[in-house]
């Protein structure tokens, strides 16, 4: 029975080695915290008079915060939704619409090109339609069809020229637009 006792006190004692330093910064810890509660309960009494007093050196009132952005700059990442809201609206009252028509005016639609089947994105076509439109609006060879918003399956595709046929097509679309 001796030696079982003198194992069992050896084991103790060699936890109780491996647990000193963690019962120590434990120990810290838990006075660090008393120490972090101390600190805000004086912040939480200085703080009306910190908005006070705040303007006249400067200081923004909000608390003190580094997260407010400062005056005429935005935060980074995108803005809440609250703030949002409201830009949206005004730019769908007036100016040039952008983007996916919203679901109740038939958002959830197919392509405006004839066969493709594809969802609409973007002025009404898919999102390779919508480039195709984009680089023939770039070289002045957008076709009179090829309008903003057509009607699902409503335009007829067109064949580019590639090679020396398309470089011959764009030096015509540059003489004839110029």
């Known amino acids: 029975m001796s030696v079982d006792k003198a194992f069992r006190e050896m084991v103790r004692n060699e936890i109780e080695a491996q647990l000193k330093p963690l019962r120590d910064l434990v120990s810290r810890l838990e006075a660090g915290t008393s120490d972090l509660d101390s600190l805000r309960s004086v912040a939480e009494q200085l703080a009306p008079l910190a908005s006070a ?84 609006e770039k070289t002045n060879r957008r076709p009179s069809e090829w309008k903003d918003y057509a009607a699902p399956n409503s335009v007829e595709d067109i064949k580019l020229p590639r090679g020396r046929a398309a470089a011959k097509a764009l030096a015509e679309a540059q003489k004839n637009a110029g």
């Open 53 to 136: 007093v705040g303007p006249l050196f400067g200081v923004a009132s909000g608390g003190g915060r580094a997260s407010a952005p400062a005056a005429g700059r935005r935060s980074p990442g995108r803005p809440p939704k609250s703030a949002a809201a409201p830009a949206a609206s005004s730019s769908s009252a007036g100016g040039k619409r952008r983007g996916r028509k919203p679901a109740d005016e038939g958002g959830a639609r197919d392509c405006a090109i004839q066969g493709c089947g594809k969802p609409s994105r973007t002025k009404g076509y898919c999102a390779a339609h919508y480039q195709k439109l984009r680089m023939l």
